[in-house]
């Protein structure tokens, strides 16, 4: 299978190096000038089982020289999707499926219209994983996708040893994830003490139950019980662990603060939902990382 994948960071870098260790035929589309780069560090990746081996995989800046794609997986940062897209956008044959990885709930709506000839599938994917060297991808559990009732998509990764589930309702299990990650971001960029504060603090639970709400009001209402199972995982996360919106804006990044977030909350309003505690939360100024 010929995958292309465009977003090499800590859920792009850990898919396509799986992906190439099974033997599937993986193509890095990276942002213009770094191919060069790519080529040299090669593509490694880091699980709690320690370093796997370094692989060169085809690069391409300009996507002229790759071979025809039957799978394209896109895992750039919301704010990159348009410019991603648009890049992509020339290259894609009609039906081309496109695996989109992006948290923000926006982006199938983005894509299908970009990419109106393509195969769009909006997915949530579970991991936590960054960037911990030029060409050096650390994933670790939980790494889990979900993937709809398709055998000749699901086929390559489960050969690759991902954890496969088979959703039904993918926007229902995107809202599921959304609601976690945007009450969790937007406590711990508030808070910056990791996990256990965002725990500990009461509107936490409030928001969890405010967005709960809010997808309700879009037409994707969760189980019940969701509350109470994402705050049970909360407080099995590590006690300083962060969320990754916190870890961009440490480095001088904006991150996807106005895809979840900002997002949410310019929603809910023109829904003219009472929802205090999400509107209370105030988007960050990144912090200049120290020389």
Excluded at 45 to 65: F, N, S
Excluded at 126 to 155: C, H, K, N
Excluded at 164 to 183: D, M
Aim: proline share 8%; hydrophobic share 45%; charged share 20%.
């Amino acid at each position: 299978m010929s995958i292309w994948v465009t977003g090499v960071g800590g859920v792009g870098g850990w898919i396509a190096h799986q992906l190439a260790s099974a033997g599937e035929d993986i193509s890095l589309v990276v942002r213009p000038g770094t191919a060069a780069r790519w080529r040299e560090t090669g593509l490694r990746l880091v699980t709690e089982e320690g370093p796997r081996p370094i692989l060169h995989l085809a690069v391409d800046e300009h996507l002229e020289q790759l071979p025809r794609p039957t799978l394209v997986v896109v895992s750039v940062k919301m704010p990159d999707l348009a410019m991603a897209l648009q890049r992509l956008a020339p290259h894609l044959p009609e039906g081309t499926p496109v695996l989109l990885l992006q948290n923000g709930l926006g982006a199938g709506e983005l894509a299908q219209a970009m990419l109106p000839k393509c195969r769009i599938i909006h997915t949530p994917v579970f991991l936590m994983g960054w960037i911990s060297a030029p060409g050096e991808v650390t994933a670790y559990l939980p790494r889990r996708i979900l993937l709809p009732e398709d055998e000749a998509l699901q086929a390559p990764f489960r050969k690759a040893g991902f954890q496969v589930e088979v959703v039904e309702n993918l926007a229902a299990a995107l809202w599921r994830k959304a609601v976690f990650l945007i009450a969790f971001a937007g406590l711990d960029v508030e808070l910056g003490h990791g996990a256990a504060a965002v725990v500990a603090d009461p509107r936490y639970r409030e928001l969890l139950g405010e967005l709960s709400l809010f997808a309700s009001v879009e037409g994707h209402p969760l189980p019940e019980g969701t509350v109470d199972e994402i705050l049970t995982f909360t407080k099995g996360l590590p006690k300083d662990a962060h969320s990754s919106l916190y870890r961009d804006l440490q480095m001088g990044r904006e991150g996807e603060w106005e895809d979840l977030i900002g997002w949410c909350q310019r929603r809910a309003r023109s829904r003219f939902l009472d929802l205090p505690v999400l509107m209370g939360l105030a988007k960050p100024v990144p912090t200049m990382p120290k020389a």
